[in-house]
């Protein structure tokens, strides 16, 4: 069985002091560039002492990456940044926005959108980054599937990915009903209807999402629950079990660069 090597983590930095006086300065004379400086230190030195944190800092940032790394391994990570800048965004339009069917939700979005400064600007980035975080977990997904990283040992991350997939298209599909106008209800009846035909469970799960037999009030807070509070609070707990196994096992080394190497490896050999 192959064994996942272990990374040793790197000595930690000597803390900065003000550098030796240059000439013409006067001896002892620290600059307040300098005092922020050492400022800084003292708090993060204070902190560290009474919790150790700047161990797993250092085992979470320090860490050896496979030779042959580049720019597709970054997608990982721009689908973490696509989620922080929807949670940011979200958290904004959640002050204003009422989940109320009776012309409520339709008007807050409205109002949002027309009054609130800057506040169409942070809807825009809300819904365009919806489907940026869409587009980015399918090509972080297929980074991994082609380069073979859902095999031994992190077929366990690649079944939290699977799940993180589904809760990413949960968030798109029940934040497309909140603006409550004509597209958002008749798109979210066709889909919500699309999971009633699905084997066994469909029609309950139809039920559930409407919140009953009849598309309602019910619906659209129930929505708005699921999109706000449930599915977010999954996905940050599943992003750091990921981030946490891909701290853990490392990242795979593209599958040419293995070739490449068991090729000098037989050359070596003959
Ligand atoms: C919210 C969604 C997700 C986030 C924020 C996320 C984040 C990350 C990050 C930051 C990494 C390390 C850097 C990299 O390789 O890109 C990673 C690695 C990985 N992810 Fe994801 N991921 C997500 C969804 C998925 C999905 C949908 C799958 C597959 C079904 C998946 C499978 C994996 C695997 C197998 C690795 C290890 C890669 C390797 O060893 O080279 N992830 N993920």
Known sequence: M???PKVKAPPVPAPLRAPPPRPGEEHGKVTAGQQAQEAGITVVDWID??????????WMMFRKVPKGTNWFYTLGSATMFAFLSQAVTGVFLAMYY??????????????????VFLGQFVRGMHKWGSTVMVVLVFLHMGRTFIWGAYKYPRELNWVIGVVLLVLTLVMAFTGYLLPFDQRAYWATIVGVNINGTGPLLGPYLSDFLRGG????????SR???????????LIIALIGAHLYLVTKLGTTAPPWQKAQESEELREAEA
């Open 49 to 58: 002492e009474r919790t150790s944190l700047s161990g797993a800092a250092r």
């Open 213 to 220: 037999g009849e598309f309602g009030a019910t619906t659209l």
């Open 223 to 233: 929505f708005y629950s699921i999109h706000m509070l449930l599915v977010p609070g």
């Open 98 to 115: 009422q989940p109320n069917p009776n012309g409520g939700a339709y008007e807050s979005i409205r109002h949002v959108t027309n009054d």
């Open 2 to 4: 192959p064994r996942v």
